[in-house]
C-alpha cells in the first residue's frame, strides 16, 4: 500500500449540489495531484499543489478548487455540480528531490455519483 | 498537446502465455515514463518508472522497455492474478508542475 488515504469512499450527490473529497498524502512527500478517471479511460489530471499553492490545472472548470494544508493533506471541491462529474477521483502524492522526485503514488480514489 | 495511445484495448490470454503491451506517446520534451497497474475500482499502483530511450526495468513476471517513442510491457508466463488493467503515463519536462498524461489502458485477462 502507499499510505496515501482518501474520504470518503463513495459519496452520492444530487446534480447542484456541492462536494468535499479528502486526500492524506504519504509521509515526506509534498505534492499532490488531483485527478479524475471516467470508466473504462485512464485518470485526467485536475490539478495539483505544491507548498500549499496551486502549481498547474489541468482542462477543468472554475468550480473544481483545492487546498493543501502544511501538513500535506489535501481537499477537492466541486461546485454546482453535474451529472458528468460522477466518476472515480484519485489523490496522488509525490516528492520534489531524490530518486522519487517524479513518481506520484496513487490513493484508493472516492466513487461520486451524481443523480 | 501531450498524447499516449495503448495498445491493445484489452487482451486475454492463457496462464503461460508470454505477450507485450504498447504504449505510443508524444510529448514535449520527456521527464518519465510510468507503467501504473489498476484493480477495478481501485486506484493504479505504481510499477516502473523510465527516462531514457534504452532503459529497461523488471519487476517479476513484467519488463518496461522505452524508446524514443513508444514503450513496451511485457509480460512473461503471466498467472491469473497478473490480471488487471495496465495504464502509461507520460511526464512532460518543460514544465514545473508534475502532471501525468495517461492512456486508457489495457485490460489484461490472464485465464487459467
Known amino acids: 500500500e502507499t499510505g496515501v488515504t482518501q474520504s470518503p469512499t463513495h459519496l452520492i450527490k444530487t446534480r447542484g449540489q456541492q462536494v468535499t473529497l479528502r486526500c492524506s498524502s504519504q509521509?515526506?512527500?509534498?505534492?499532490v495531484s488531483w485527478y479524475q478517471q471516467a470508466l473504462g479511460q485512464g485518470p485526467q489530471f485536475i490539478f495539483q499543489y505544491y507548498r500549499e499553492e496551486e502549481n498547474g490545472r489541468g482542462n477543468f472548470p472554475p468550480r473544481f478548487s483545492g487546498l493543501q494544508f502544511p501538513n500535506y493533506s489535501s481537499e477537492l471541491n466541486v461546485n454546482a455540480l453535474e451529472l458528468d462529474d460522477s466518476a472515480l477521483y484519485l489523490c496522488?502524492?509525490?516528492?520534489?528531490?531524490?530518486?522519487?522526485?517524479?513518481?506520484?503514488?496513487f490513493g484508493p480514489g472516492t466513487r461520486l455519483t451524481v443523480t | 498537446e501531450d498524447q499516449v495511445t495503448q495498445s491493445p484495448e484489452a487482451l486475454r490470454l492463457q496462464e503461460g502465455e508470454s505477450s507485450s503491451l504498447n504504449c505510443s506517446y508524444t510529448v514535449s520534451g520527456l521527464r518519465g515514463l510510468f507503467w501504473y497497474r489498476q484493480d477495478p475500482g481501485k486506484g493504479p499502483e505504481f510499477l516502473f518508472t523510465?527516462?531514457?530511450a534504452g532503459e529497461e526495468k523488471e519487476k517479476e513476471r513484467l519488463k518496461a522497455t522505452l524508446t524514443k517513442k513508444e514503450s513496451f510491457l511485457h509480460i512473461t508466463a503471466p498467472k491469473p492474478e497478473d490480471s488487471a488493467t495496465y495504464l502509461c503515463a507520460v511526464q512532460a519536462g518543460d514544465t514545473g508542475r508534475r502532471a501525468l498524461t495517461f492512456g486508457s489502458g489495457t485490460r489484461l485477462q490472464v485465464q487459467p
Open positions: 509521509s515526506g512527500h509534498n505534492t
Open positions: 496522488a502524492s509525490g516528492g520534489t528531490s531524490g530518486p522519487i522526485r517524479n513518481e506520484q503514488y
Open positions: 523510465l527516462y531514457s
